[in-house]
């Protein structure tokens, strides 16, 4: 699978939209880029994933290149329960949906 | 949304004992589960996918002698860390697909704190 880039920490501030890049360059074209997240000593939460097009949900917004190379998630309104460290991956449709952490984005949303 | 029960949510055992950990999922049947530990500041590693009937698949650098993984049923899976030392002390995390396809987000328990003394 496509290996991942993110920026190791952002702060956001409260109310404010989150913007969360990944850089997946060797992105293939059956592979998906999902992301999730994991607010301390809990276990991780899936936000949303896509392939091409782009995807809403009611957590988050994914926006992904045309070239596929990069993507960003959006957190529309930050709140202070958004603190937490958010890990994108890609997903190739040969690995029964495997998820390879990487270090992910640590995002401190503050007041 | 679905859910996944992990249990005990926190364990501390004596070395040498074995310890099992239960994973769950409530709401769907899970073809595929996998495991994985964290280690204090570090991200999550994935041990082993287990598909319901079959062995579990490990990955490379996990003793699978070590970690024995048995997913009987589609809404059951347990992890046993035999004869566990204090160098296993970890946050053990399970996770529950209904496919194990690609296309399909994986749903995580709130994970096990194991501590050996």
């Known amino acids: 699978d496509a290996k991942t880039t993110q920026p190791t920490s952002m702060d956001c501030a409260e109310g404010r939209a989150a913007n969360l890049p990944c850089n997946h360059s060797?992105?293939?074209?059956?592979?998906?880029v999902y992301w999730y997240r994991q607010i301390h000593s809990q276990g991780p939460q899936y936000i949303i994933h896509g392939l091409k097009n782009n995807e809403t949900n009611e957590m988050a917004s994914l926006i992904i290149t045309e070239d596929r190379k990069s993507s960003t998630l959006i957190l529309p309104h930050a709140t202070l329960r958004d603190t937490a460290v958010y890990y994108c991956?890609?997903?190739?449709?040969?690995?029964?949906?495997?998820?390879?952490f990487g270090a992910g984005t640590q995002v401190v949303v503050t007041p | 949304g679905a859910v996944v029960s992990q249990h005990p949510s926190r364990v501390i055992c004596k070395s040498g004992t074995s310890v099992k950990i239960e994973c769950r999922s409530l709401?769907?049947?899970?073809?595929?589960m996998f495991w994985y530990r964290q280690f204090p500041k570090q991200s999550l590693m994935l041990m082993a996918t287990s598909n319901e009937g079959s062995k579990a698949t490990y990955e490379q650098g996990v003793e699978k002698d070590k970690f024995l993984i048995n997913h009987a049923s589609l809404t059951l899976s347990t992890l046993t860390v035999t004869s566990a030392h204090p160098e296993d002390s970890s946050f053990y995390i399970c996770?529950?697909?209904?496919?194990?396809?690609?296309?399909?987000?994986?749903?995580f328990g709130d994970g096990t704190r194991l501590s050996i003394l």
């Open positions: 709401d769907f049947q899970a073809t595929t």
């Open positions: 060797t992105i293939s074209g059956n592979e998906y």
């Open positions: 996770s529950a697909s209904q496919y194990g396809i690609a296309n399909q987000p994986q749903h």
């Open positions: 991956i890609v997903v190739g449709s040969d690995s029964w949906g495997k998820l390879q």
